[in-house]
């Protein structure tokens, strides 16, 4: 079987590292520590799992230190993490497996990324990550923030999870001023970056701002597919946030250019003819979210519940305001089979049993 390096950048981190080690040990041949600047007890953690801790001095480029960690990588596959992941058990033994798959073609790997959850548990916002990758000289981070490692060789995609559990929230703003810094040193944004810095630029309210950034984006025409449709989503949401309704949907309506229509985009665009009223509209887009997608792994960022569970039980309202009581409750019933527990559900249910 292969060897993997797990290799992590750490600062400060001592509150969930020790976390994060535990639930990986067991995956990981090699354990490699990168510290950036703690002041913490992070390195002391660190080396309660590995004797492999190095020191890097932090230069606002996060791709400089993962390549770093990764330039001290002696197994035939590297792995990262960042501090606040955690290896699920489930997931543990499919990565487990996985690593009996892995052969000399195999060039990068694409695991589940989970970051955010219901109070259930379960992932309601989650992407897939480049997150193992073969030993070699093309497994290279580049950009500063939102770093990335371009796909090569035999690439495979897994279900098995990377669950991302913060306790602390970012610096405010930490992101935007690596990059306006990056941008102030006279390096040309590439298309990837350009939509992350429309992102970073939306998050701190910098609406008219992103909307410049984006439109810009997308007029490139140089953008990975899968960015191209999260800008058109992202510029919707700046143009409503400004009262811009027609271009919001304009914006939703042109996401579908790129491919197949995402049911994220649809319930934004239901949710825009709900909002005026237009409850025919609004059925139809939230009807066409529920429709499959094709086969093969989702790409992009995903929002599981509006594949499922929010547009069935806006159809229910929906339907219900349109008179069509049975229909309603056939689709509060299916928004209970993805969310048994959830309070709109039981209470529609009790709803339509009393209107029966």
Not at 46 to 64: G, I, L, M, N, Q
Request: charged residues 30%.
């Amino acid at each position: 079987m292969i060897t993997l390096s797990l290799c992590m950048i750490v600062r400060n981190e001592e509150d969930v590292l020790g976390r994060c080690l535990e639930s990986a040990k067991k995956i990981a041949d090699e354990l490699i520590i990168v510290d950036t600047g703690s002041d913490d007890r992070t390195v002391g953690i660190a080396r309660e799992f590995t004797d492999k801790v190095y020191f890097f001095k932090w230069t606002d480029d996060f791709s400089a230190a993962r390549n770093f960690s990764f330039s001290k990588a002696g197994g035939d596959f590297i792995m990262w993490l960042d501090a606040d992941d955690v290896i699920l058990e489930k997931d543990l033994n499919g990565i487990l497996r996985l690593k009996g798959e892995l052969d000399a073609d195999t060039g990068t790997v694409f695991l589940r990324y989970n970051t955010a959850f219901d109070d259930r548990g379960e992932p309601t916002f989650w992407y897939y990550r480049e997150r193992i990758v073969k030993n070699c000289a093309d497994a290279v981070w580049r950009e500063p923030v939102h770093e990335a490692i371009v796909p090569f060789g035999k690439i495979l995609y897994r279900d098995a999870a990377v669950t991302h559990k913060k306790l602390r929230q970012n610096p405010p703003g930490r992101n935007l001023k690596i990059l306006e810094r990056y941008i102030r040193s006279g390096n040309a944004l590439s298309p990837r970056l350009q939509y992350y810095y429309g992102r970073e630029l939306m998050y701190n309210g910098k609406t008219a701002a992103a909307v410049r950034v984006f439109e810009k984006f997308l007029r490139g025409g140089d953008g990975w597919v899968e960015n191209n449709i999260g800008a058109c989503k992202d510029l919707a949401a700046c143009y409503k946030l400004s009262g811009k309704r027609d271009k919001a949907a304009d914006a939703l309506l042109k996401s579908f250019s790129f491919g197949v229509p995402r049911p994220e985009a649809l319930c934004e665009l239901a949710l825009l003819f709900l909002e005026k009223g237009d409850l025919k509209s609004a059925a139809y887009w939230y009807g066409a979210a529920l429709k499959p997608l094709p086969d093969g792994p989702v790409l992009g960022f995903t929002k599981s519940d509006c594949r499922g569970f929010i547009p069935a039980i806006q159809l229910a309202v929906i339907y219900d305001r349109l008179g069509e009581r049975e229909t309603a409750a056939k689709y509060n019933d299916l928004a209970g089979s993805f969310k048994p527990d959830h309070p709109s559900y039981l209470a529609n249910k009790r709803y339509f049993q009393n209107k029966f």
